[in-house]
């Protein structure tokens, strides 16, 4: 089992609430691997919305992902994909 951290800047305009929180979330699960995201001195199960919406990351925030499974870099490298795209973009 491998382990990979990535440090990502958010781009969604309204951060990780609601819409991009939720597909973020989906994104994870789906991944099968087991991943932590970072907000300064606090950090959530990224796969949990209400852990992830409790660190309240905004637009511009700097988040630091930690993934555990097979294959952790490439899941790693597909989440920073997720979060430096606008998902609340029209």
Not at 35 to 55: M, R, W, Y
Not at 60 to 71: A, F, K, R
């Amino acid at each position: 089992m491998s382990e990979a951290t990535r440090t990502v800047t958010v781009a969604s305009a309204s951060g990780l609430h609601a819409r991009p929180a939720s597909l973020f979330v989906q994104s994870v699960t789906a991944s099968g691997h087991q991943v932590t995201i970072a907000k300064g001195e606090k950090s959530a199960n990224a796969g949990s919305i209400l852990g992830l919406l409790g660190l309240g990351v905004e637009n511009g925030d700097e988040v630091v992902l930690t993934v555990t499974g097979d294959d952790a870099e490439a899941t790693a490298d597909t989440l920073v994909d997720f979060l430096q795209t606008d998902h609340d973009a029209a």
